[in-house]
Each structure stands twice: as C-alpha cells, then as structure tokens.
C-alpha cells in the first residue's frame, strides 16, 4: 500500500508492509540467516546489485526490510538502516561519516556511551571530538575546525532536556559543510522530525518510544540522501551491527501505537510537572511543557509537544533525590526510557556515571539531578506514588 500521502497513524501501521501470499495481517518473521537464490546468474545478479532479492540476513532482511522501510517514512527520509541497539546506530553512523584526522563536534550531555565511544576509542584511530552545549550556536560555530565533519546534536538532550535550534544548526552545517546527525531517541518521529529541519542524518535506540515496551533492544538509522545511506548501510553490513528478524517483528508490533502511547504519556507528563513544579521539596524542574524551560519557545516551533521526559533536582540535593528513588514503588526504579511504564533514574551515579566529575559538572549533570520517563499508568497513581514518597524524604 502506498502510504506517501496518508497520514502519520496511518503510516505507522501499513508504510513499508508488503502483502504475502497467505494474506497475513501481520508482518511474517523471516527467521532465516540466507536466501536461496533461483540460479546462478541469480545470486551473480544480487550481489551485483541488479536484482533486489535477498542474500544474507546481516545485509538485509524481508521483516527488517519493512521496518526500515517504515520509519523512514515517518521521518520523510530516502531509507533506513535496522541496527542490533543505539549504540549499534551511532557506531555505525561514526565509523561511516569519519576518519582518521577529522573532527566532530558533539553535544556535551549526550548519551553516555555515545560520547564514551568518540573519547575512548575514535580517539585512538586519530577522530578527534569537541564537546559544546549545542543549545549555543556561538559555542557550536567556535568549535568548529578546518577537518570537522560532522555536528552531532541530540535534543532535547539527555538528560539536562537542554534544547538545540535543528534548523539553526542545519545551516551551520550547510556553512561548514559538515553533516548534521541527530539523535532523535527522545522525542520519535512523531513529536520531531530532523530530516524536515534539514538535518542529513536522524537515529533512534528503538529501545525506547518507537518500541515502547520495555522488551528488547535496538536502532535505526535514516538518512535523506542516498550517498550518506550507503556509506551507512556499508559499515552496518561491515560493524556486523544487524537487527534481527524477531527484534525486527517485536519492534513492528510496539511501533503501531506510537502516537496513541506518546499522546498519552505526554498527557500524564503535564500533570506530573505541574505537581512538581509547585512542590516545596522541588528545587528546579526542567520540562519543555513549562515556561521556566529556558528554551519553551524554540521547543514549541521545532516540537509537536513537550513529550514525557523530565528531569528536576531536590532540596537536599542527591541524598534526598536517592531517599526518593528507594521510596517509590509503582515507578521502577531502572534506567531507558519511552516505555509504557514510569521509570526513575539518577543519571550521575547511573546512566552517565562513566563520564568524568569535569565532564558532568560542564554538561550540567549535576549530582542532585534526577531523570523521570512518564508512562502510560493513571496520572493519579504516578502523582500519589510521588507524593507519598517525597513526604519520606
Ligand atoms: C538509550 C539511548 C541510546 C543507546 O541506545 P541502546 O539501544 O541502549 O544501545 C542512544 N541515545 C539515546 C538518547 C538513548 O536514550
């Protein structure tokens, strides 16, 4: 089915589906590592790229096919490449876009392991990397070398939620001549859309909204030209960083009810900040939804909303935030996020712990810093179950 001009809803159910020959309402898992070919002009043909059928699974898959193929679509991209997790996503996506002697120029707070990878080890094949809050484009254009190649941004970033201007940055990049990668784990197509903005390249951890149930792990990449699709899906192939068909169906099946899931958390979001907000144990709240978020207005022009992601601090700093987090029982005390199910985390002890204390004080982690993913539970018992601990506190 053609689904170009359907909408989003519409897409997330039938883009990319193909129709097989029994019927199936449902994508079919192909759980097979190799394809046979026709003939042998067949399988000279695939590799040649003159046919379109498949060969290899770790190269292309029919059901990985379909999600690729889908949310490059809600992305308004050229094509999509299904990675094993995030990390699978944003090495393939570095190991493609640099090399030796080059330079990339990165948010400060992003995810972990996404700076981790460029510090630790490009570090050691010559990739050079620069940390800047990119909510400042001043910060961005001062950072920016002769060999610079790329402009990574995630946004809102995690977990300060701090906002960087996509379009402000793509021009940067056209400028620079730089390609700008955004991770859009955050937010999903459905709340943001990069490529639109004019970004050349957007990933996901599934992980997290797009799959939504807390059940497996992986990524996709898209791109919007297809060059830089290539040269990605040539290093995916090559890393060996390929999803598998099951993780491909799961992620198919938690992906229709993107929307209504996002909707519904978002819902719950805004009441949860506005308890919050008003709390006399809340030292800072940051949520795009409210207008003390320093950058309310430009989240409102490149955001359909604020999402269900939030972050705040306590009187009594990290020491009340961790009663908190062993205080609570209906939010699960665990890292991730996007899931249908209310997750609290402390990122400097947790998820960032790696980084080091200059690292994290210059990003804006701070110890006191507390990281709430809203689920999709009755707002009333998210807001009693918080309530009742942070009396404990
Ligand atoms: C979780 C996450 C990743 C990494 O994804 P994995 O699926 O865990 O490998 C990357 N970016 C962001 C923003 C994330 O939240």
């Known amino acids: 089915m053609n689904t170009k001009d359907k909408g989003f809803n519409t897409k997330l159910i039938h883009a990319g589906v193909f129709e097989d020959e029994f019927g199936s309402a449902t994508v079919p898992i192909y759980q097979s590592s190799t394809f046979r070919f026709k003939s042998a002009q067949d399988g000279a043909d695939c590799f040649s790229g003159k046919s379109k059928g498949f060969i290899y699974t770790r190269i292309a898959n029919p059901t990985i096919r379909v999600l ?21 996503a944003i090495s393939s996506v570095y190991l493609a876009l640099l090399g030796a002697g080059q330079h990339i120029v990165s948010s400060d707070a992003v995810y972990g392991p996404a700076r981790g990878l460029l510090e630790q080890d490009f570090s050691r094949f010559n990739v050079e990397s620069t940390f800047v809050n990119t909510a400042s484009t001043d910060e961005i254009l001062a950072a920016i070398r002769p060999n610079t190649k790329v402009l990574y941004v995630e946004t809102p970033a995690n977990p300060t939620m701090n906002i960087t201007d996509i379009a402000a940055c793509a021009r940067i990049a056209r400028e620079n001549n730089l390609l700008l990668v955004v991770d859009n784990t955050f937010c999903s197509p459905y709340l943001q859309k990069p490529l639109d903005l004019g970004a050349d390249v957007v990933l996901h951890s599934v992980t997290k909204f797009i799959n939504g149930h807390a059940d497996i792990v992986g990524g996709v990449i898209i791109a919007k030209d297809p060059e830089i699709y290539k040269r990605i899906r040539h290093s995916m192939v090559y890393l060996g960083n390929n999803m598998d068909p099951t993780q491909a169906f799961m992620v198919i099946r938690g992906l229709k009810t993107l929307a209504i899931r996002i909707e519904r958390a978002q819902e719950n979001a805004i009441r949860v900040a506005h308890f919050l907000k008003d709390h006399p144990r809340v030292a800072w709240l940051k949520y795009p939804g409210l207008e003390s978020h320093p950058q309310f207005e430009l989240a409102k022009t490149q955001m359909r909303g604020p999402g269900s992601m939030m972050s705040f601090g306590l009187k009594g700093g990290y020491e009340a935030g961790r009663s908190l987090m062993d205080n609570v029982h209906l939010a699960l005390l665990a890292v991730s996020l996007g899931g249908v199910e209310t997750l609290i985390q402390h990122p400097a002890s947790m998820t960032h712990a790696g980084m080091n204390a200059e690292s994290k004080l210059a990003a804006g982690i701070t110890d006191d810093l507390v990281r709430f993913s809203i689920g999709i539970e009755d707002v009333e018992d998210i807001i009693e179950d918080l309530d009742q601990a942070l009396a404990k506190v």
């Open 68 to 88: 690729e193929k889908n949310v490059a679509e809600l992305e308004n991209g050229y094509d999509g490449i299904a990675t094993s997790s995030g990390m699978g």
